[in-house]
């Protein structure tokens, strides 16, 4: 090859060689290139399961129906924690149903046999309501459930636990693997704050079953995450955000919200709900879903702690790890995020 050629052929090459590279560029690449910005790629929905007690407090009702407005969240199946777990499967069919969502399944976990009339809540929304009915999948044997859709999805699953753990603990048991493909998100514990912002309690879900949480806890997540009471335990839908959600009568889904809270209030033993008209209860577990897809909101920090048998969550250095949600940066700001989504008001 002469100069002349040589000097040719290298031309050519490196210009080739530009524009691969160049074609090879996303669009976003290109446009930043070129000196423009372009809105970022949307993230693949984070699969999820929803572990619940719903049917005795009502926060679980909203709990759903605001992970079914998250398109951040892929609802792969919902499994009814404690209790008479069919009658808790209940209402989350009849939920999904009114969401147009019975693609997901509804799952029960371990059965406790019947609960009595005045723990059953919710009872008389469902008093008609057949399992049967439901369009989707019902499975009787939701542990083995749980533990196939971890271990078959090709992305990490986020178990989203807002009842006693008493499902996850057992599926633990039956298969010890599953938790090193998943992220752990509870509503477990209380800190720094109780109910009421009072001084730290037992925790109703931890109370229920601390063995369970301990089980659960001590598994190899690739990360758990809690939200105590310090964080969820003053969260609630009130003023002119509650009266839209009040009033939307049109959206089944949210319907049947504001219909089982009816129904809730005037039996719930625990409290006096004479307020149902004008404001919701504490909606603890809204906030383990919203840490399911974002931490923007809250503070986090690593703690390590123990569980007492009387269901108490106390920092021990030689105890369990996990992230907890200790402080909200703008709780006002995930109140008005929660009921933009219920309202279906924009991607806020
Ligand atoms: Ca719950």
Not at 64 to 92: F, H, M, Q, W
Not at 249 to 260: A, G, H, Q, W, Y
Request: net charge neutral.
């Amino acid at each position: 090859m002469s100069n002349v050629n040589r000097r040719r052929f290298l031309r050519t090459a490196a210009l080739a060689t530009l524009t691969a590279a160049f074609s090879k560029m996303t669009p976003a690449g290109q446009a930043a290139e070129a000196g423009h910005s372009s809105p970022p790629a949307p993230r693949r929905p984070i699969p999820v399961i929803l572990d619940t007690d719903i049917g005795s407090d009502i926060d679980d009702t909203w709990a759903l129906a605001y992970l079914l407005r998250c398109p951040e969240l892929n609802l792969k199946l919902v499994l009814s924690a404690t209790g008479d777990t069919r009658y808790r499967a209940k209402i989350a069919a009849k939920l999904l149903q009114a969401a147009g969502r019975t693609d997901v399944p509804v799952c029960m976990g371990k059965n406790f046999g019947p609960m009595l009339e005045k723990d059953m809540n919710q009872a008389p929304w469902v008093q008609h309501y057949k399992l049967e009915d439901y369009p989707g999948r019902i499975v009787e044997d939701g542990i083995s459930a749980l533990i196939e859709t971890i271990m078959v999805s090709p992305d990490p699953i986020t178990l989203i636990s807002i009842g006693p753990a008493t499902n996850i603990a057992l599926a633990l048991k039956k298969e010890p693997r599953l938790a090193s493909r998943c992220r752990f998100v509870g509503m477990d514990g209380s800190f720094d704050v109780g109910y009421g912002g009072g001084p730290p309690v037992a925790e109703s879900n931890v109370r229920s079953d601390p063995e369970a949480l301990r089980t659960t806890l001590a598994a190899a997540w690739k990360d758990v995450l809690l939200t105590p009471l310090d964080t969820c335990g003053n969260v609630t839908l009130e003023g002119a955000d509650y009266h839209a959600l009040w009033c939307d009568t049109k959206d089944p889904l949210v319907r049947s919200v504001i219909e089982n809270y009816c129904i809730f209030a005037p039996r719930v033993s625990w409290m006096i709900c004479d307020y149902f008209a004008l404001h919701s209860t504490v909606l603890y577990d809204c906030v383990a879903v919203y840490l399911a897809h974002s931490e923007q909101l809250a503070m986090t920090e690593p703690v390590r702690f123990r569980i007492t048998d009387d269901g108490r969550t106390v920092r021990d250095p030689g105890g369990l790890a996990a992230r907890l949600a200790l402080r909200w940066n703008n709780r006002m700001a995930f109140e008005k995020h929660l009921a933009n989504r219920l309202l279906q008001r924009g991607n806020t």
